[in-house]
């Protein structure tokens, strides 16, 4: 069975501050394909990231970093000196084979001023 | 390229009414998922079909049914409508179905009323 776990409901911080979202995922395929996205206040899902499951090399896109370890079954992402932009709900999504895109619960990041 | 539009965007039925949303993917994208997506919920997987067929289905009564026409746009319905199906409808399109990443419209919200 395929499951993603964002034990983390809500996180708050202060502007400038850094983030680390955590993503727990499971899955019996070998071939998996891990992503994150952004859903801020206006409600449409926005693409982040995309990683496969042979690729371990940690990612990073500006202020954005991903975290991927096998070991742990974990893709974890961090967000560096935090601006209210950042506020919004972010998804951690697993993929493989045949089976649907499965979503984790969201975490809901506030950025305060 | 024209991103993934839904129409309508808002709706506003009563309760027994049906409904059809509808979906046109980004061009070249034959794989298209519908998702519900309510507060205490969150992301829930409704459908997948890809050329035309469906290939995967969630946890959803049969009042939820949907399809896929030779273009790859989709229509998702809801019949006997219940209060219990006020949500935001989300569709998504991908490539290569399982592997690429899903890029999503802006979604219908649906009240009933």
């Known amino acids: 069975a395929q499951k993603v776990t964002q034990a983390q409901t809500e996180i708050s911080v202060v502007e400038k501050e850094d983030v680390t979202l955590d993503c727990v995922y499971e899955t019996r395929d070998t071939t998996y394909y891990l992503f994150w996205y952004k859903q801020p206040p206006s409600g449409e899902l926005v693409f982040l990231i995309r990683?496969?499951?042979?690729?371990?090399q940690n990612e990073i896109s500006g202020r954005y970093s991903w975290n991927f370890q096998k070991s742990t079954s974990s893709f974890n992402f961090t967000i560096t000196a935090s601006q209210v932009v950042d506020s919004a709900v972010y998804f951690c999504a697993l993929s493989s084979g045949n089976n649907d895109m499965r979503f984790g619960a969201g975490t809901r990041l506030t950025v305060k001023p | 390229k024209a991103g993934v539009t839904q129409t309508p965007r808002y709706l506003i039925k009563t309760r027994g009414q049906q409904v059809t949303l509808s979906c046109s993917p980004i061009s070249g994208h034959r794989s298209v998922s519908w998702y519900q997506q309510t507060p205490g919920q969150g992301l829930q997987f409704l459908f997948e079909y890809f050329s035309e067929t469906q290939r995967n289905k969630g946890n959803f009564p049969g009042r939820f049914s949907g399809r896929q026409f030779s273009n790859s746009r989709s229509e998702m319905n809801v019949s006997t409508l219940e209060l219990g199906d006020s949500a935001l409808y989300l569709c998504?399109?991908?490539?290569?179905?399982?592997?690429?990443?899903?890029?999503f419209g802006p979604g219908t919200r649906l009240t009933v009323l």
């Open positions: 990683r496969n499951s042979f690729d371990e």
């Open positions: 998504a399109s991908s490539f290569r179905r399982g592997v690429d990443e899903q890029f």
